[in-house]
């Protein structure tokens, strides 16, 4: 993992020479379904570091995109009377909808049917195969169309196969087969030497034990009869490429593999994918295609874990899935942002419940921040005609208190974020955030306001610069979690937004004197127990 660093601490940062951008991905989505909320918890945790590392200074570039070739969106749009294109143009607008109903600040938005990325596709094809890493040969196998894969024998269970492979049949035909066997011992041997390669560490282990058995050679081509759907092999066009092949490519098509300015993306930071992924397409299959073509391999694969819905993964298959669009248009991106990100633990999984969503929506968000928010706006008006005063010399107990726990917060945050606790670090902000409240508790600037001694009207002023700072604070630390809420609690303060944590997380009296607004609601109340305004 790289470090990464807030003010006050060692600032060490990998990526910050030369022309190398921070490049971090997610997977690209399949075109044959609804965006939910497993798609939408992935872009945003995505979103969070590339957002993050922004404010830390970086020029990031992020990329997401749509997978769209393969078996199941030829079947799906056979069935609905439509070309697959049409299929694959209306998932893009729901896919794009979705990052921009997010606030995704993706820099790029890739599709496997763009020219950009079937020329890559086509072009490592071809250079394989005039090297005799892709060989011609006669295959008889157990062949599972719904996972569009041939199967082993060990897949089996009682002699069965299990209902997630849907129909399984026997098919012999002659296809094309990357070598793959060949670099089981190269990978082990790289895995063994970057223990940091995947995060979290345990999943290494994982794939570790799944490359104890021997690795077969991958067959890569589906005969076009089957499967028109898909990018043509360059050197045999009787056969389309394997979705998975032509997937995982978009990682570098989409990033000028190729030309020059390829070296200033090239080798991704982070691959942000979901546990299901990880073996063996992103942990076997990727490394040794980039090695096969003499392309450097990623620096690490973020692997997290599922949401899940009463225990269950959340799939299109399944039936149970939430529509983040709902949640987003009830409560707003910033709300399903922040309950996402509060809720999963990195690398575990998590299970979804509305009870949840609104009891963190409710306390957190509408009681903890929002009160806090229009609590200080609201004293501000009242005691000092909407100006925020400047703290002066007042500096007791209270007011100590509150700084030091601000930079305890602060310089936790950075070790959370470093190590991907984005958990956590909400955590210790929201505890920032109440003890905001409890400041106010201790001076009860109501009381203050009502006395005429000018040593009371001095701790009055002192309280509200005090609080509208740990205000500014808190939501500065926010932004790459709730970047709406904090730009606006910003415009309501009077400022305009600082870009860089440098500045902006450092206590300060950017306040003094600027006007502020009235308060507005942040978080509104959802009417009803279930949610329903
Ligand atoms: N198209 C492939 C990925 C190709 S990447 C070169 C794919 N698509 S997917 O639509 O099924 O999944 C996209 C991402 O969403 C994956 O990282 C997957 O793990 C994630 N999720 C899908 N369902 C999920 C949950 N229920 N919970 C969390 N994330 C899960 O796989």
Do not use: N, V
């Given at each position: 993992m790289q470090n990464?660093?807030?003010?006050?601490?060692?600032?060490?940062?990998?990526t910050d020479t030369g022309m190398k951008k921070f490049y971090i991905t997610t997977a690209i989505d399949y075109a044959n379904g609804k965006p939910h909320l497993g798609h939408a918890y992935e872009k945003v945790l995505t979103d969070v570091i590339a957002r993050s590392r922004r404010m830390l200074g970086h020029e990031v570039h992020f990329l997401t995109g749509l997978d769209e070739h393969g078996q199941k969106v030829q079947q799906t749009a056979?069935?609905?009377g439509i070309e697959p294109i049409e299929l694959c143009d209306e998932a893009a607008r729901d896919f794009q909808g979705l990052c921009r109903d997010l606030e995704i600040s993706n820099d790029d938005f890739i599709r496997t049917t763009e020219d950009r990325h079937k020329a890559v596709v086509r072009g490592i094809l071809q250079k394989l195969h005039d090297e005799g890493q892709i060989y011609k040969a006669e295959y008889t196998g157990y062949y599972s169309e719904r996972i569009e894969q041939f199967l082993r024998e060990r897949d089996q269970v009682d002699g069965a196969w299990p209902a997630e492979y849907g129909e399984v049949v026997e098919i012999t035909e002659s296809n094309y087969f990357f070598r793959l066997g060949q670099y089981q011992d190269w990978l082990v041997r790289y895995l063994e030497e970057n223990p940091d390669f995947i995060f979290p560490r345990f999943r290494q282990k994982q794939v570790l034990e799944f490359l104890k058995e021997p690795l077969n050679d991958l067959c890569i081509s589906r005969p076009a009869e089957r499967l028109s759907w898909g990018i043509p092999l360059p050197f045999d066009e009787n056969y389309v490429t394997y979705v998975w092949f032509d997937a995982l490519v978009n990682y570098i098509s989409a990033v000028g593999y190729g030309e020059e300015r390829f070296a200033d993306y090239w080798p991704a930071d982070f691959h942000v994918i979901g546990k299901d992924i990880l073996v063996p397409p992103h942990s076997v299959y990727w490394p040794i295609m980039l090695k096969a073509a003499g392309v450097p391999l990623p620096k690490s694969l973020l692997v997290h874990g599922w949401w899940l819905k009463?225990?269950?993964?959340?799939?299109?298959s399944t039936g149970n899935v939430v529509d983040p669009l709902d949640l987003?248009?009830?409560f707003g991106p910033d709300a399903f942002r922040y309950f996402v990100t509060r809720e999963m633990n990195v690398g575990q999984d998590s299970d979804f419940s509305l009870e949840l969503f609104l009891s963190r929506y409710n306390s957190d968000l509408a009681n903890d921040l929002g009160n806090l928010v229009s609590r200080v706006l609201n004293m501000i008006g009242r005691y000092c005609e909407g100006i925020v005063p400047p703290a002066g010399a007042v500096a007791d107990e209270p007011e100590r208190d509150l700084r030091a726990l601000w930079e305890e917060t602060r310089e936790r945050s950075a070790e959370l974020y470093a190590e991907m606790q984005f958990h956590v670090a909400l955590d210790k902000t929201f505890a920032f955030i109440r003890s905001i409240n409890r400041y106010a508790e201790i001076r009860a600037p109501w009381k203050l306001a009502k006395s005429?001694?000018?040593?009371?009207?001095?701790?009055?002023?002192s309280t509200l610069a005090h609080m509208a700072e740990a205000v500014r604070l808190s939501v500065a630390l926010l932004k790459p979690v709730m970047p709406g809420t904090a730009g606006r609690v910003y415009r309501l303060l009077g400022l305009t937004e600082v870009s860089e944590w440098e500045t902006d997380l450092a206590w300060s009296s950017r306040l003094d004197g600027v006007r502020a607004s009235a308060p507005e609601i942040l978080f509104p109340r959802p009417k009803t127990e279930t949610g329903e305004k």
């Open positions: 990464i660093a807030f003010p006050g601490a060692c600032r060490s940062l990998e056979r069935k609905r009463s225990g269950q993964k959340m799939a299109k987003i248009g009830q005429d001694d000018p040593d009371d009207r001095a701790r009055l002023r």
